[in-house]
């Protein structure tokens, strides 16, 4: 099993109920297919159109991932799983790509999100990681929400 991390909102953005999100756009491509643990980083993403894009696709900017306490977003948190079962280059996308699809070297497509039933406070890493044992046993044991 793998884990990425990414910003809030791109990061519930996979775990809404419609047009969810299919498409990470990342700078390179890697070989690995399979469980990828979603997790959302620390800071809310930089860019000013993030929250506008989100409400655009999905028709409003959900609070996934937040925590029960009440707070808005989820961050340095796992907040779910979603499979990787293809990665194209750019220049193979075509208009349907996907509407999440920007200009990239590399567009991530996964499947099946499932968001966990809380989220789960750990680092994250730049790229594609690896997480420890502990903490794919903590996601197992929590299991998902419903």
């Given at each position: ?7 809030q909102?791109?990061a519930?953005?996979?775990?809404a ?5 299919d ?5 390179q491509?890697?070989?690995y297919?399979g469980p ?9 993403a930089?860019?000013p159109?993030a929250f506008?894009?989100v409400e655009?696709?999905i028709?409003r ?7 029960r306490?009440g707070a808005q977003w989820?961050?340095?948190?796992v907040i779910g799983?979603?499979?990787?079962v293809?990665?194209?280059?750019v220049?193979?996308?075509?208009r349907?790509c996907s509407?999440w699809a ?6 991530l497509r ?6 966990l039933a809380r989220?789960?406070?750990t ?8 997480p420890?044992?502990?903490?794919v046993a ?8 419903s």
């Open positions: 099993m793998r884990a990425l991390t990414i910003r909102p791109w519930g953005a996979f775990f109920d419609s047009n969810a999100k498409i990470e756009n990342r700078a491509a890697t070989s297919r990828v643990l979603i997790h959302a980083g620390q800071t809310l930089s860019e159109t506008s894009t655009r696709l028709g900017v959900p609070a996934i991932g937040a925590p306490s989820a961050l340095g948190a799983v979603a499979d990787l293809s990665i194209h280059p220049e193979e996308c075509r349907s509407p920007l200009t990239a070297r590399a567009h996964f499947e099946n999100a499932r968001l989220p789960l406070p680092p994250g890493k730049l790229g594609l990681w690896t420890d044992t502990d903490l903590e996601v197992k044991r929590v299991g998902w929400a």
